[in-house]
C-alpha cells in the first residue's frame, strides 16, 4: 500500500510537471526522463519490483495502438520504402553494432546479452522527436516517415529482442531458423491485426451506438489484437500497430461524433500517465540497479556512465552511417525515384539527429525477466536496464534539446501546415455552399437565407485572412488574420455569457440538474469547435 501511495504521488508531480511544460514549451518526453532521474535520487523512495510480463503487456499495447491511430495511413503507404529501410534495416544494424560495441567493450557482457541491448535499445521514439520539431516547420513528408519507423521499428526491434531473449534462455541460436521464423511472425502477425481490425470495424459500425461501451471498446482492441496475435507465435506488437492503422483509417464510419469526442480525450489522459507511470516506476527501480551493480561488479558510477556513453554514442553515430547510403542508393538505382521524390541532404541530418529513444525501450528493458528456467538470476540485467536509461538520456535530453538549433542552424525552408488548413477549409466551406444553392431548394426563403449567411461569413472571413501568404513564425502581425479571429473570439465571449448564466441557475436551483448539463455540453461542444477554428 505504501509504494502505491508514493506512485500516485509522483503521478501528482508528473501532472504538475506537464503543466510547467506546457507553459515554458519545454518538450514533455524530455522533461519525464528527467524526472525519472530525479526520482532515482530521493532517498528512502521504496523500491518497486515489477514483474517484467506485466510491464510488457500492461504498457506496450496501448502505447503502440495510440501512435498507430494518430498515423497516416496514405504517408504510411507512400512512404513504405523509406520506412522499411529505417524500421528494419536501420533496427538490425544498430542491434548488430550496439551488440559488438558492447561486447568489446564492456566485461562480462556475452554476445547474446549484447545483441539483447542492441535490440532493446534499436527503436527510436517518434512521439519525443514530433514533440520537440512541433512549430519547427519540417516538412510533413519527414515528419511521415518518422512517425511511420517509431511504428515497425517497434515491432522489428522486439522480434529481434525476443530472439536474443530466447538465446539467453536456452543456450543456442541458428541464424537461418531465426530468419525464416522472423518472416513467419511478421506475416501472421499483419494477418491477425487485419482479422481483428475488420471484426471490430463491423462490430463498430453495425451493432455499437452507446459512446461510453464504443470507448471501452476502444481499449479492449489493442489488448486482444495482441493476445490473439501471440496465441499464434506471432508478433503481437506489429498485429496491435496493424490493427490501429486498419480502424483510424476507417474510424470515420466507425463512430458517432460524442464517441469521437470522448475517446480521443479519454485516449490522451491514459496515455499521459502510461508514460509518465513508466518513468515513475523506472526511477524507483534505478535505486535498485545502481547499488547492485556497484555491489556485484565492484564498479563504480564513473566507469558504469562511460559505459552507457560509449553505448550511447554508438547509436547516435550508426544511425547516421545508415541513412545516408540509405536514401542514395535507390536513387541512383531508381529513375522513377528521383522523379517522384526531391533530395535536399539537410532532411537527411535532421532525420539522423531525430533518433531519441523513449518509453518503447524503457519498457522493454524492463521487461527482462528476472531469473532463468534454472532459478538464477537473469545475467546482467540490472547493467542492460542502466545503459538503456543512459541511451535515453542522452538522445533525449542531448538530441532533443539541440534539434531545433540544428533545424535552425541548416536553414531549411519553413514548411507552413497553415497554408494546408487553408485550402482544406476552403473546399469544405465551397462544398456546404454549393450544396446549400444546388440541394436544399425546398427550405423556405427565411431559414435558407439564414443558413447562407452563416456559411458565407464564414467563407468571405477566410478568403480575407491571406493565411497561405502568412509566414508561420509570426504572431499578431497579421491584421487580416485578426479579422478572421475576431468573430470567434466574440462568439467565445457570447458562449462565455451563457455558461455564468448556467451557473448561477445551478447554484440557486433553479433547473433540472438533467438540463444544465445537456446545455453545457452544447456550449462546451460549440466552444471546442470555435477554439479549433482560431487560426494562432
Known sequence: MENIEIIVLLLFGVTFLAVLSNRTRFPFPIALVLVGLVISLIPNLPVVILKPEVVFFVFLPP?????AWKASWHEFKTNIRSITLAAVGLVIFTTLCVGWAAHTFIPGITWAEAFLLGAIVSPPDAVAATSVTKGLGIHPRLISILEGESLVNDASGLIVYKYALAAILTGSFELWEAGFQFLEVVVVGVGVGMAVGYVLYLIHKNFICEPLVEVTLTFLTPY????IAEHFHASGVLSVVTTGLYLSFRSADMFTTESRIQANSVWEVVIFILN???????????????PDLESVGSVGIPTLLGYGLLVSLVVIAVRFIWVFPAALIPRWLSSKIRTREEYDRRNLIIFGWSGMRGVVSMAIALSIPLTLPSGETFPNRNLIIFLTFCVIIVTLVAQGLTLPAVIRKLKLPKHSILAEEYEVRTKVLGAAMVHIEEKLLDLDEATKDTVRTNYQNRFERL??????????????????????????HVQLELIEVERELIKQLHKQGQASEEVLRKIEWELDIEETRLQLEIIK
Open 276 to 290: 509518465g507511470l513508466i518513468f515513475i516506476l523506472l526511477g524507483l527501480q534505478m535505486k535498485m540497479v545502481i
Open 224 to 227: 486482444a489484437s495482441y493476445l
Open 63 to 67: 502505447l503502440l495502438y495510440e501512435a
Open 463 to 488: 478568403q480575407h485572412t491571406e493565411l497561405p501568404l502568412r509566414n508561420p513564425q509570426e504572431k499578431d502581425t497579421n491584421p487580416a488574420l485578426a479579422v478572421f479571429n475576431r468573430l470567434s
